[in-house]
Every structure is written in C-alpha cells, then in structure tokens.
C-alpha cells in the first residue's frame, strides 16, 4: 500500500458504514481497525479525544474525525469517482441535506423506535414530515447525486439499512412505500447497488443489537 491508510470503526456504526461505503467506491486501499466501543482503545482514545467515537479515518498519521467531514476529506484527497457536485450551490445543498439528515431525520424515526404513546404518535408526526422533505430531493433522480451514487446518498445510505431492522424489531412501518415511493425505490437502489449490497453488517446480529438497545426504553413507565 503506498499510503498509510487507516480506519477506525466498529462494526455496527452508521456512521462507520458511510466511510466504508466512500472508500470502497473509490477503490481505496485501507486497514480496518475494529473497535470495542465498551473498552476503547487508546489510540481511538489518542486520534478523536474530543467526541471519542467512531469512525477516525487516519492518514499518514493524521487522524480525521466525523463521518460527513470524513467523506468530504476523502473526495478532496482522492479524485477519482467524485461524490461532491462540481457545482458549488450544488455542493452546498448537498451538505446542507446531510445535515439535516443527522439532526432532524435520524433523530425523529429514533424517537418512533423508542418511543410509546402520545410521546410515539408525536414522533411520527415528526419523523413523516423530515421524510417527506427528503423525499423531495430525489424528484427526477435515481439517486440524490442522479444517475450514479454521491455524497448524499452515503450519508443518507444508513436509512436503506437500519429502517427496516428498526421496523423488524419495533413490529411497525416507519417508511410506506405508499407515502414515499421515491425514497422507498432509492432505498432498494442503494442497498442493492453490487458495491454496496456486499458491506452490509449481518442483519441477524443487528436485529439483535437493536433489540437490546429498545428494551429500557420499553421498560419505562409512561
């Protein structure tokens, strides 16, 4: 390898996923360090000591932290397959809606997987009207970035994975294919994509993972 390429992530993580997705797309060469997110490492520890997490994306000894900065830094460094637009409004539209995804969308259908009661109905109510915004953007496109997969489909990729895992355990319809056909046929281009289809993380062990990580919320009081 002619470059000393590094990531850190685990194997669960989103946000992880989103860089594994970026480098694979661009055929970069990298080594994967997995990390136990209850016994961190102390070079996880060294490289992101402000937020602590994965992904951290090293580079010749430099450590790059947050998935979205991550995407960008890589784009930048690697030129071939671009994700971002040329287009500078563009460009910045795309970062705009991939913020929006992480503050509004994730955080919204999180709450309709935990929540129960009026605290749940809310949360719907909440979580439809985000999706029906992103919907919006894929009007005329098979993917956000058109005709071949870019930036915002890579931070929106979690959605083509974990809804349906988040529906499974939850035993309810967080994305109607009636409601959002656009992004419901997005969702099955993406995860279906050859190059994506084959990084997914085994969906037996992420039912479980999700299983476990709903149960205290199911246990309080309402």
Request: overall charge neutral; charged content about 30%.
């Amino acid at each position: 390898m002619a470059e000393d390429l590094k990531l850190f992530r685990s194997w669960s993580s989103r946000y992880s996923m989103r860089v594994v997705h970026a480098l694979k797309i661009k055929a970069i060469e990298y080594q994967t360090v997995m990390e136990d997110l209850t016994n961190k490492s102390a070079s996880l520890l060294e490289y992101n000591p402000v937020h602590k997490k994965v992904p951290v994306l090293v580079h010749n000894g430099k450590p790059i932290c947050e998935s979205l900065v991550i995407l960008e830094y890589i784009d930048d460094t690697w030129k071939q397959r671009p994700l971002l637009p040329r287009d500078p409004w563009e460009r910045a539209m795309a970062r705009f809606w991939a913020k929006f995804g992480d503050e509004k969308v994730m955080p919204s259908i999180w709450r309709v997987f935990i929540s129960q009661g009026k605290e749940k109905e809310e949360a719907i109510t909440s979580s439809v009207e985000n999706l029906k915004l992103v919907e919006d953007q894929l009007k005329g496109k098979k993917f956000f970035g058109g005709d071949t997969i870019g930036y915002l489909d890579i931070a929106y990729g979690w959605m083509a994975n974990l809804i349906s895992i988040l529906e499974e355990v939850a035993e309810l319809t967080i994305l109607d294919a009636e409601i959002f056909p656009l992004l419901s046929a997005w969702m099955n281009n993406f995860s279906d994509d050859p190059v994506i289809k084959e990084l997914w993380p085994p969906r037996d062990r992420m039912v479980e993972k999700f299983k476990v990580a709903r149960q205290p919320y199911l246990s309080k009081v309402v």
